[in-house]
């Protein structure tokens, strides 16, 4: 199903991702979406890469890992399912359902994947103490660069185990699903988008600046405009009152000032 090359470059995406979760944090914004594409750009079937991150990242909106927490890893996941998906040809909404399939199950994988991790990370965190109480800073560089090793390897691991001994096993039970479970599945994978949506706007200050969510339904709802105009059209609102913001405060300490230097001269 894959060949030895798409294995490397998968267990390569993963790890790369793994590393900078942890340690750049700099590519979040859509990285499920991209994540998507770069895993259909391995397998030769970036359109398919690309529908699957979509979908994949809409079910992921608003949810994060706060602090110290473990959440469902839907970028690894969106690699897995993106990856099976297309090695077994399936496109469009099937190419969904049948990443939803394999890649729900490996994002919820990432939760405990996510403590293990972090567990082994203990260990290498008591080598540089000990280092840095002889004050032994390049024996210290060296723990912290091994810990990386355990760290992405339980991440690794996985992939590479799915995409070889258990290739065949998972092929073999996504085409065992009976019908009426796939049409279940097909509803699940149309309605996992609107979850995402629907936690992200328990996140957002509805109260307060609820009345755009109401214009943007009704430019998409009675307009009949895209995503993407509305969202162009939300960035200069956004620019616009950032705008105005900065005046105002630039205007309160010209005030200020002035108000300070009539207190002066008299």
């Not at 340690?23 to 259909?40: D, E, I, K, P, R």
């Not at 995409?163 to 039970?173: D, K, M, S």
């Not at 705008?243 to 002066?264: I, L, R, V």
């Amino acid at each position: 199903m894959f060949n030895p090359l798409q294995i490397i470059l998968l267990a390569v995406l993963v790890g790369v991702w793994t590393w900078q979760k942890y340690n750049l944090q700099m590519f979040y914004y859509a990285s499920v979406v991209y994540l998507g594409f770069l895993t259909g750009l391995i397998m030769g079937d970036i359109t398919t890469g690309m529908v699957v991150g979509g979908s994949m990242c809409l079910m992921s909106l608003g949810l994060f890992g706060a602090g110290g927490s473990s959440v469902p890893e839907y970028q690894v996941g969106c690699i897995a399912g993106t990856a099976f998906a297309i090695a077994m040809g399936r496109t469009g909404q099937d190419a969904v359902t049948t990443a939803l399939t394999v890649g729900v199950p490996v994002a919820a994988l990432g939760t405990q994947l996510d403590v293990l991790g972090k567990t082994t990370g203990s260990i290498f965190v008591h080598k540089m103490m000990a280092c840095s109480e002889k004050n032994d800073w390049k024996g210290m560089g060296v723990w912290m660069w091994a810990s990386q090793i355990p760290f992405i390897g339980v991440w690794v691991l996985p992939i590479i185990l799915l995409t070889t001994v258990g290739a065949n096993y998972v092929e073999i039970v996504i085409n065992a699903i009976p019908a009426w479970l796939n049409a279940g599945l097909n509803v699940a994978s149309g309605m996992l988008p609107a979850l995402g949506f629907a936690i992200l706007l328990r996140q957002m200050p509805l109260k307060k600046y609820g009345y755009f969510l109401l214009a943007g339904f009704v430019m998409a709802a009675y307009l009949g405009m895209g995503m993407l105009a509305i969202a162009m059209i939300g960035v200069v609102i956004c620019m616009f009152i950032f705008q105005m913001k900065e005046e105002s405060n630039k205007q309160a300490a010209s005030g200020a000032a002035a108000q300070g230097g009539d207190f002066e001269d008299e």
